[in-house]
């Protein structure tokens, strides 16, 4: 399958329903289904490449997490939060009538991931979190708080690409073509310029976090995690600014104890851009 089917479902919200786009590869009668959910500020074709590699075993979804990408955009920003996103997957999964799915998680989608999978009685069977733990670095939430929900607006696709470039060192090495592809789906047509795909409201939750709620959602992360029993693989970007090689550790020591590989060259976060990369994901995944 060389390019994904757009499907839409609606989802509840404290304010009444909104749509969630979801990208979907592969046959739809596989019972065997991986979910992929994308970080922050990012929607669900970063997995592209990914996802069509996978797609002869799986049924591969990559929601655009409310607020991003195809998905609407939430009345109130402060439903912008993991509980209301965890809610959104159980939908989702729920449209897709499977019993258990495999998920992968890049940075916020690692956290819902992660809240998913700590429910009782979670369809998740296998999890990869990739550079994301329940300990984020107070750095790298102030870096990404500096360029999140800016009013940029770009002439071209490829202008707002360069820009996308000077703020996503840490997805590693990039050729140009590739990184062009990669980028495409961020923008959105506004007139006869571009922006940036997501709600810039986005950016009120992070801003709203003080350290006080910060150590209290850190202390129910570890929690969650501690909770898990499914095999958990960890990825982290070697040079990674918002999962610490102390926590990464930690997260073998316990919880699950997630097998743990380093990305080289990768910093926050690695993108499954090459076929290492993706390799390493599928070898978790196949196993009985």
């Given at each position: 399958?060389?390019?994904?089917?757009?499907?839409?479902?609606?989802?509840?919200?404290?304010?009444?329903?909104?749509?969630?786009?979801?990208?979907?590869?592969?046959?739809?009668?596989?019972?065997?289904?991986?979910?992929?959910?994308?970080g922050?500020?990012?929607?669900g074709?970063?997995?592209?490449?990914?996802?069509?590699?996978?797609?002869?075993?799986?049924?591969?979804?990559?929601?655009?997490?409310?607020?991003?990408?195809?998905?609407?955009?939430?009345?109130n920003?402060?439903a912008?939060?993991?509980?209301s996103?965890?809610?959104?997957?159980?939908?989702?999964?729920?449209?897709?009538?499977?019993?258990?799915?495999?998920?992968?998680?890049?940075?916020?989608?690692?956290?819902?991931?992660?809240?998913?999978?700590?429910?009782?009685?979670?369809?998740?069977?296998?999890l990869?979190?990739?550079?994301?733990?329940?300990s984020?670095?107070?750095?790298?939430?102030q870096?990404?708080?500096?360029?999140?929900?800016?009013?940029?607006?770009?002439?071209t696709?490829?202008?707002?690409?360069?820009?996308?470039?000077?703020?996503?060192?840490?997805?590693g090495?990039?050729?140009?073509?590739?990184?062009?592809?990669?980028?495409?789906?961020?923008?959105?047509?506004?007139?006869?310029?571009?922006?940036?795909?997501?709600?810039?409201?986005?950016a009120?939750?992070?801003?709203?976090?003080?350290?006080?709620?910060?150590?209290?959602?850190?202390?129910?992360?570890?929690?969650?995690?501690?909770?898990?029993?499914?095999?958990?693989?960890?990825?982290?970007?070697?040079?990674?600014?918002?999962?610490?090689?102390?926590?990464?550790?930690?997260?073998?020591?316990r919880?699950?104890?997630?097998?743990?590989?380093e990305?080289?060259?990768?910093?926050?976060?690695?993108?499954?851009?090459?076929e290492?990369q993706?390799?390493?994901?599928?070898?978790?995944?196949?196993?009985?």
């Amino acid at each position: 399958m060389s390019e994904p089917l757009l499907n839409t479902l609606r989802c509840l919200s404290a304010t009444g329903l909104h749509r969630m786009a979801y990208w979907e590869w592969g046959a739809r009668d596989n019972p065997r289904v991986l979910v992929c959910v994308h970080g922050l500020a990012r929607q669900g074709r970063d997995f592209d490449r990914l996802a069509r590699r996978l797609s002869c075993d799986y049924r591969v979804i990559c929601p655009d997490v409310v607020g991003r990408g195809r998905s609407d955009w939430l009345k109130n920003p402060a439903a912008y939060q993991i509980p209301s996103y965890v809610a959104d997957m159980v939908t989702l999964i729920a449209r897709l009538d499977v019993e258990q799915v495999d998920l992968v998680g890049t940075s916020m989608g690692g956290l819902i991931g992660l809240g998913l999978a700590s429910l009782p009685g979670t369809p998740i069977r296998r999890l990869v979190l990739n550079d994301v733990g329940p300990s984020v670095e107070a750095a790298a939430l102030q870096r990404i708080g500096a360029y999140l929900g800016q009013p940029l607006r770009f002439k071209t696709v490829e202008e707002g690409a360069a820009y996308l470039r000077t703020i996503s060192a840490g997805f590693g090495p990039i050729n140009d073509e590739d990184w062009l592809t990669l980028s495409r789906p961020m923008f959105k047509a506004d007139g006869d310029q571009f922006k940036l795909h997501y709600d810039p409201a986005i950016a009120q939750a992070v801003a709203a976090v003080t350290p006080e709620i910060a150590k209290t959602a850190e202390q129910m992360l570890w929690a969650g995690y501690d909770s898990l029993r499914m095999p958990t693989l960890l990825i982290r970007g070697a040079d990674s600014d918002l999962l610490s090689r102390a926590t990464a550790e930690a997260m073998t020591q316990r919880g699950p104890r997630a097998e743990l590989v380093e990305i080289a060259g990768a910093g926050h976060a690695p993108m499954f851009s090459d076929e290492a990369q993706i390799a390493v994901v599928e070898e978790f995944l196949k196993r009985a």
